[in-house]
């Protein structure tokens, strides 16, 4: 097994843990976790400009700026898909509130992550990246984990959602595309990311043990704290 795959096998448990406490903590009720989660406020920052590029994707925005969460993902990996409904939820509970940032981080091991993050920002070309964000993760069982190309299942995503296809496929193997994904995969590795999914809050690093850690890593931010 390679060290990519065992960390994001490691990572799936953790996650996988903070979906069910999602679950199974209301929004304000108290976190399960031993020994405690560090607040921002005690872990070292990665300044805000390594995390977020101008061109970086924003899929929800704060006009007060407050509170950001960036989160490095590879759309293969098992641990980003158990992660994402959460995700999905707290941008829905702090909508205005919480500027969410998505930056790339195809880890090798999983055969299709590249093609993935190419399709991601391809539709990006096109106005459309958070339309093939979700796309990606909703579906990511039916086309995830084989050897298999399936850079035709995502032209089929591109068509769906309304894109220009042939433009789509020309992005899709422009250098262009790839430098901009390994761009984002060098920032990755400056902010010290070792696996996926990582999230930094104001540019500290978060590991959560339950949704909750994240809920109150957000409050801190939001309180200024």
Known sequence: MTKNAKITLGVVAAV????????LIPRGGSPQVSGGAPTTSEVPRVPMD??????????SSAADGKA??????????????????????????YAGKLTYVVRYFP???????????????????????????????????????????????FEGYAAELGLDVAKFKAAVVDPATAARIAK?????????????????????????????????????ALAGR
């Open 16 to 23: 996988v843990i903070a979906v069910a406490a999602f679950v």
């Open 50 to 59: 390594v995390l977020v590029r101008p061109d970086s994707h924003k899929i």
């Open 68 to 93: 950001t969460m960036v989160e490095f993902l590879d759309f293969e990996c098992e641990a980003c898909a158990a992660a994402f409904p959460a995700v999905e939820q707290l941008r829905k509970e």
């Open 107 to 153: 880890i090798d091991s999983h055969p299709n992550s590249h093609n993935a993050a190419r399709a991601a920002e391809a539709a990006a070309q096109q106005g459309k990246f958070e339309q093939m964000y979700l796309k990606l993760f909703e579906n990511q069982e039916s086309w995830g984990h084989t050897t298999e190309s399936r850079a035709g299942v």
């Open 184 to 220: 984002d995969q060098a920032d990755g590795a400056t902010a010290g990311v070792e696996g996926t999914p990582s999230f930094y809050i104001n540019g500290a690093k978060i590991t959560p043990r339950s949704v909750q850690d994240l809920r109150a890593a957000i409050d801190t």
